[in-house]
C-alpha cells in the first residue's frame, strides 16, 4: 500500500508543477510559502520534496535507529567490558613473560659463574698438584670428589669415542715404587749439580721458549674429561703441560695406540725415573723421546740404545756412536740412530728437542713426510735423512730459518715436489745430498748459486730438465759437483771453469750439447770427469 500511495503523490506532485508552470513561474524558483523546492520534471517524473523524506522514510528510519541505538549502546557496553577483560588478561601475559626472562638470565648468569668457578679451582689444582716423590705408599691416590670410580675401574672419558667401554688412560699397578729407590737411582745420573739447578725453573714460565710457534690450544672438553677421570694429580699436572704443546691439542693423547699416549702413560705411571714436575726441561727430553721411540717401532730396533730405561736421558745409549748425547747442562744436543731398523715415521714432537745440534736417523725403513715445524730446530747443524722412504713435500720454506745448519742429507727418498728457488737462504751449507730424491720434474734452480760455501753439491739421479744455471760457477769453494743421470739440455756454461777448487765432476746420462768450453782448463785440481 505504501508503494500506491507514493506513487499518487507523485501525481498529485506533477499536477502542481504543471499548473505553476502555467501560472508563469520560472525554473528553480522557491516558493516562501511551501517547503519544496521546486525543479523540474526529468524524464521520468521525480522531484526532488525536503519534507518527503523527513516525514516518512527518514522517520521510520529514526525510530528504528533509535531503537537499534539502544541495542547498540547495550552492545558497545558489552563490547568495552569484554575488550577491558582482554587487556587486562593481556598485561597478565605480558607481566608473566617478563618474569620468565628475568629467571632465564638469572639462571645464565648463575652457570656462568659457576663455571668460571669450576676453571680457577682446576687450574689452582693443577699448579698446586703434588708429585709423586710427595705422595707417600699410605696415602690414597686423589681422585675426584664427583668421581665414583676408584683404580681397579676403566671408565669411559674418550671425547672422541663416547662408546669406547675402556679408558685410554688406565693407572699402572707398578705403584710399588718408593722414594729411597727413586732417590738411589739419582746418584747414576750425570752432572746432578747442574740438574738440580734445573728443577728449580718457574712453572710458570714457557719450557721451550718458542711462543712464535706453539700455541696453546686445549679443548675443554677434552680436559673436563681427563680430569674427571680418576688420575694422579702426577698425570693431570703432565698432561696439561704437554697438551699445550701437542699439535692437536691434545687430542692425539686419546687416540689408540699413539706414540703421544702410550708416551704419556710411560713418563706418568711408567718411568722408573720418576722426574720432578719441577723439572720440565727433563719432562718434554724424555716425552719427546719416548714419542721417538714409539712412532718408530722402538721395540723392533736394532739396537735399543737403553731408551725409557730408568737411567738419565743423556745415557740413553749403547755407544759414543748410538744413541743420545748431551751438552754440560744435560739438554739434549746429538740423536743418532743410523741404520738402527727404525721404520714408522718422524714425529713431530722431535722439534721439542730445542738444543738439537746433530740428527741423523739415515739409513732406516722411516715414511711419512718431514714435520714441517724441524724447521724450528734452529741450531741444528748436521740433519742427515738419507737412505729412507720419505715422501710429501720437502718443506725447504720452513726450514729457511736454520742459519747453521751445514750438512743436508736427504738422498735416495722420493719427495713428491721438486727443488725450490728457497733452497737458496740456507746460505749455511756445506754439503747438499740430492741424489734421487724428488719424482716430480723440475729445474735446478738459479738461487742454487747463493750457497757459495758449499764444498759438496750433489743433484744427480733426479728429473732436472733445462740447462744448468749459468750462477752455479759462483760456488767457488765446490771440491764436488754431481749432476749425472738428469735430463739436462743445453751447453755446459763457461761459468763452471771458475770451480777451481773441483776436484769430481759427474754431468754424464743427460742430454747435454755443444763442445766443452775451453774454461775448464782452468780446473787444474780436477781428478774425477765423467
Request: proline share 5%; with cysteine.
Amino acid at each position: 500500500m505504501g508503494d500506491i500511495e507514493r506513487s499518487n503523490h507523485y501525481k498529485e506532485e506533477e499536477k502542481v508543477m504543471e499548473s505553476d508552470v502555467e501560472e508563469g513561474k520560472g525554473e528553480d524558483e522557491f516558493d516562501e510559502n511551501s517547503t519544496e523546492f521546486r525543479v523540474p520534471i526529468d524524464k521520468r517524473g521525480i522531484i526532488c520534496n525536503r519534507e518527503f523524506f523527513s516525514t516518512f522514510d527518514l522517520g521510520a528510519a529514526g525510530d528504528l535507529d533509535s531503537e537499534d541505538s539502544d541495542h547498540q549502546y547495550e552492545d558497545n557496553e558489552e563490547g568495552s567490558s569484554l575488550l577491558h577483560a582482554s587487556e587486562v588478561e593481556g598485561d597478565k601475559q605480558e607481566a608473566e613473560r617478563r618474569k620468565m626472562t628475568t629467571r632465564i638470565w638469572i639462571i645464565f648468569g648463575l652457570i656462568l659463574v659457576i663455571l668460571l668457578s669450576i676453571g680457577v679451582i682446576m687450574r689452582y689444582t693443577v699448579i698446586k698438584s703434588p708429585s709423586r716423590e710427595q705422595i707417600t705408599d699410605d696415602e690414597p691416590v686423589p681422585a675426584p670428589v664427583n668421581s665414583p670410580h676408584n683404580h681397579s675401574e676403566s671408565p669411559s672419558i674418550n671425547p672422541l669415542n663416547s662408546s669406547a667401554s675402556s679408558s685410554p688412560f688406565v693407572k699402572s699397578n707398578n705403584s710399588t715404587e718408593s722414594n729411597n729407590s727413586t732417590e738411589s737411582n739419582n746418584s747414576t745420573e750425570p752432572n746432578n749439580s747442574t740438574e738440580s739447578n734445573n728443577s728449580a725453573e718457574s712453572l710458570s714460565s714457557n719450557p721451550l721458549n718458542a711462543s712464535t710457534f706453539f700455541s696453546p690450544s686445549i679443548s675443554p672438553s677434552v680436559l673436563m674429561s681427563v680430569t674427571s677421570a680418576p688420575a694422579t694429580s702426577r698425570f693431570t699436572f703432565l698432561y696439561n703441560l704437554l697438551c699445550i704443546l701437542d699439535s692437536s691439542g691434545g687430542e692425539s693423547f686419546f687416540v689408540d695406540s699413539s706414540p703421544q699416549k702410550l708416551s704419556l702413560e710411560w713418563i706418568s705411571d711408567t718411568d722408573e725415573a720418576v722426574v720432578s714436575l719441577l723439572d720440565t726441561t727433563r719432562i718434554i727430553q724424555r716425552y719427546s723421546l719416548a714419542v721417538l721411540y714409539y712412532a718408530t717401532e722402538g721395540k723392533n730396533w736394532k739396537d735399543q740404545a737403553n731408551f725409557l730405561s730408568r737411567d738419565h736421558e743423556c745415557n740413553w745409549k749403547s755407544n759414543d756412536l748410538n744413541g743420545v748425547k748431551c751438552d754440560s747442562q744435560n739438554r739434549v744436543e746429538s740423536l743418532i740412530l743410523e741404520g738402527n731398523k727404525l721404520s714408522g715415521f718422524i714425529p713431530r714432537e722431535v722439534v721439542y728437542l730445542k738444543n738439537l745440534n746433530f740428527l741423523n736417523i739415515r739409513a732406516n725403513k722411516l715414511i711419512g713426510s718431514i714435520p714441517t715445524d724441524i724447521g724450528y730446530l734452529t741450531d741444528l747443524e748436521v740433519l742427515s735423512l738419507q737412505n729412507n722412504k720419505l715422501s710429501g713435500t720437502f718443506p725447504v720454506s720452513e726450514m729457511s730459518n736454520m742459519s747453521k745448519l751445514r750438512i743436508l742429507e736427504l738422498a735416495s727418498n722420493k719427495f713428491s715436489d721438486t727443488l725450490h728457488t728457497e733452497i737458496g737462504l740456507l746460505e749455511s751449507l756445506t754439503e747438499l745430498y740430492f741424489r734421487e730424491s724428488f719424482d716430480k720434474p723440475g729445474n735446478i734452480p738459479s738461487e742454487i748459486g747463493f750457497l757459495t760455501n758449499l764444498i759438496v753439491l750433489d743433484l744427480s739421479g733426479n728429473n732436472f730438465s733445462n740447462s744448468i744455471p749459468n750462477e752455479i760457477g759462483r760456488l767457488t769453494r765446490l771440491t764436488r759437483l754431481l749432476l749425472d743421470t738428469n735430463s739436462l739440455t743445453g751447453f755446459i756454461p763457461m761459468s763452471m771453469g771458475d770451480l777451481v777448487e773441483l776436484k769430481t765432476l759427474s754431468m754424464d746420462n743427460n742430454m747435454l750439447s755443444g763442445t766443452i768450453p775451453p774454461t775448464l782448463g782452468n780446473l787444474s785440481k780436477l781428478e774425477n770427469l765423467w
